[in-house]
């Protein structure tokens, strides 16, 4: 079982920058493919982001797509999403995941096996 954490969610003005962290525990990410979800206030939780094991594939949301970067590093297990010129609609508490499968990157919650407790992302106008 992996243990996961989010970190590096805050407040910030429509055109700026954050750096999520995902930092996991329990066992090494190697073993699992990774992704990002996000959930605004009375919507779903919607796929963000995701990487591969080895961290050379990716897949993005259409949403997020060329501002938006998924990364990994494996040796300090640790995931990471960087998200540029951020927008009011990006507003909402990120999640990071795990998924055990092989194969392509999958863009379901239901495909997903472990979950943090997310951290909260704020776009001011």
């Known amino acids: 079982q992996v243990q996961l954490v989010e970190s590096g969610g805050g407040l910030v003005q429509a055109g700026g920058s954050l750096r999520l962290s995902c930092a996991a525990s329990?066992?090494?990410?190697?073993?699992?493919?990774m992704g990002w979800f996000r959930q605004a206030p009375g919507k779903e939780r919607l796929f963000v982001a995701a990487?591969?094991?080895?961290?050379?594939?990716?897949r993005y949301a259409d949403s997020v797509k060329g501002r938006f970067t998924i990364s990994r590093d494996n040796a300090k297990n640790m995931v990471y999403l960087q998200m540029n010129s951020l927008k009011p609609e990006d507003t909402a508490v990120y999640y990071c995941?795990?998924?055990?499968?092989?194969?392509?990157?999958?863009?379901?919650?239901?495909?997903?096996?472990?979950w943090g407790q997310g951290t909260q992302v704020t776009v001011s106008s």
């Open positions: 990487i591969n094991r080895s961290g050379t594939s990716t």
């Open positions: 995941a795990a998924d055990l499968g092989l194969g392509a990157l999958r863009v379901g919650m239901e495909d997903y096996d472990y």
């Open positions: 329990g066992r090494t990410i190697s073993r699992y493919a």
